[in-house]
C-alpha cells in the first residue's frame, strides 16, 4: 500500500526557516518525482514545486511564489522528501501537503498535510 | 502564470442527479507531445485531495465510472452522472502542460 506521511508543521516566526520531511513507502521511492503542494487556511490548492527522480538528474521546478525561498530535496536512501522553507512570510501559513508524482499530472498519492503557522 | 477558471464556483444536486463543472485554462493546454495534461482532484471535507482524471478523461485507478472527463484546447469539464453522497467535496481542475503548475480556484459540491 502507497502511503505518504509529512512532519516538522509547526509554528513558526516571520523571517524564520523551516524543513518539512516527507516519509513514503509501499512503492520503489527512487523512481518517482515527489511534489509539494498547500492550502491556506480556508483557500484553494497551490502548487508548489517537485523534485524529479534520480533518473531525471533530481531536477527541480517551483513556482514563482516560493522559488529562491524553498528548496525541495530527496533522501532515497530513506524514502525521504524535504521541503526546505527560509525567509517565512505570514502567508506561507497553511497546510503543506507531499504527494508522489508520477509525471504529467498524475499527483497520485498524498500524504494528510503538515501545519505550518508563521506568525510573531 | 496560466490562470484556470472554474464555473460555478458552487453546485448544489440532488442525490442520483448529474453535475457537471467547467474549467477554463487562460492558454491552450496542449502539450509539445500533443498531449493535455489537465486533471482533475477531489478534496472531501477534512482530507487532502485525491486525483480523479488525468490527460482530460483517464480515470484513476479505483475512480467510480460516474465520473468523466472531456475538453481539449481550452476548455474542460468534469461530469458526474448520478451524484453520491460521497462525492460532496471541492473539485479542483489542475494544469501540468506548462510550469508553473496552477489549479482552479475550486468548486464546492453539495447535496440538496
Known amino acids: 500500500e502507497v502511503q505518504v506521511v509529512e512532519s516538522g508543521g509547526s509554528v513558526v516566526q516571520p523571517g524564520r526557516s523551516l524543513r518539512l520531511a516527507c516519509s513514503a513507502s509501499?512503492?520503489?521511492?527512487?523512481?518517482?518525482?515527489m511534489s509539494w503542494i498547500r492550502q491556506a487556511p480556508g483557500k484553494g490548492l497551490e502548487w508548489l514545486g517537485f523534485?524529479?527522480?534520480?533518473?531525471?538528474?533530481?531536477?527541480?521546478e517551483y513556482a514563482a511564489s516560493v522559488r529562491g525561498r524553498f528548496t525541495v530535496s530527496r533522501d532515497d536512501s530513506k524514502s525521504l522528501a524535504f521541503l526546505e522553507m527560509n525567509s517565512l512570510k505570514t502567508e506561507d501559513t497553511g497546510i503543506y501537503f507531499c504527494?508522489?508524482?508520477?509525471?504529467?499530472?498524475?499527483?497520485?498519492?498524498w500524504g494528510q498535510g503538515t501545519l505550518v503557522t508563521v506568525s510573531s | 502564470d496560466i490562470v484556470m477558471t472554474q464555473t460555478p464556483l458552487s453546485l448544489s444536486v440532488t442525490l442520483g442527479q448529474p453535475a457537471s463543472i467547467s474549467c477554463r485554462s487562460s492558454?491552450?493546454?496542449?502539450?509539445?507531445?500533443?498531449?493535455?495534461?489537465l486533471s482533475w482532484f477531489l478534496q472531501r471535507p477534512g482530507q487532502p485531495p485525491r486525483l480523479l482524471i488525468h490527460?482530460?478523461?483517464n480515470l484513476f485507478s479505483g475512480v467510480p465510472d460516474r465520473f468523466s472527463g472531456s475538453g481539449a484546447g481550452t476548455d474542460f469539464t468534469l461530469k458526474i452522472s448520478s451524484v453520491e453522497t460521497e462525492d460532496v467535496g471541492v473539485y479542483y481542475c489542475?494544469?501540468?502542460?506548462?510550469?508553473?503548475?496552477?489549479f482552479g480556484q475550486g468548486t464546492k459540491l453539495e447535496i440538496k
Open positions: 504527494a508522489r508524482y508520477s509525471g504529467f499530472g498524475l499527483i497520485d498519492y
Open positions: 509501499g512503492f520503489n521511492f527512487g523512481t518517482y518525482a
Open positions: 523534485i524529479r527522480s534520480k533518473t531525471w538528474g533530481e531536477t527541480t
Open positions: 492558454q491552450r493546454l496542449v502539450y509539445t507531445d500533443g498531449n493535455t495534461y
Open positions: 490527460k482530460i478523461s
Open positions: 489542475m494544469q501540468a502542460t506548462h510550469f508553473p503548475y496552477t
